[in-house]
């Protein structure tokens, strides 16, 4: 079965960097479009990144571009995420999900648990 499990959360400064990755297990990881996703607390679901199944490609919401970069190793079948500047607004639960395309439209079919980062100001 799927298995996303993310790790390297934990509690930074403002202006900080963390480290997230993701171990995914269960499919052919090499083969599919990979995400973040976070929640702050008391809100929704915020899509942050996205990268292609080969790597070559990444994307980013308006509110991390310039600060947060994710990469995949295909051979150890993990996701990162590697966010730098942070700031108080970033704190949230990080969720790793599994990309879906279906007839042109694209989506998410497996989450994470998540890992949760908080940055103080």
């Known amino acids: 079965q799927v298995q996303l499990v993310e790790s390297g959360g934990g509690l930074v400064q403002s202006g900080g960097s963390l480290r997230l990755s993701c171990a995914a297990s269960g499919f052919t990881f090499s083969g599919y479009w990979m995400n973040w996703v976070r929640q702050a607390p008391g809100k929704g679901l915020e899509w942050v990144s996205a990268i292609n199944s080969g790597g070559g490609s990444t994307y980013y919401s308006d509110s991390v571009k310039g600060r947060f970069s994710i990469s995949r190793d295909n051979a150890k079948n993990t996701l990162y995420l590697q966010m730098n500047s942070l700031k108080p607004e970033d704190t949230a639960v990080y969720y790793c999900?599994?990309?879906?395309?279906?007839?042109?439209?694209?989506?998410?079919?497996?989450w994470g648990k998540g890992t949760l980062v908080t940055v103080s100001s």
């Open positions: 999900a599994k990309g879906l395309w279906v007839g042109g439209s694209y989506g998410m079919d497996y």
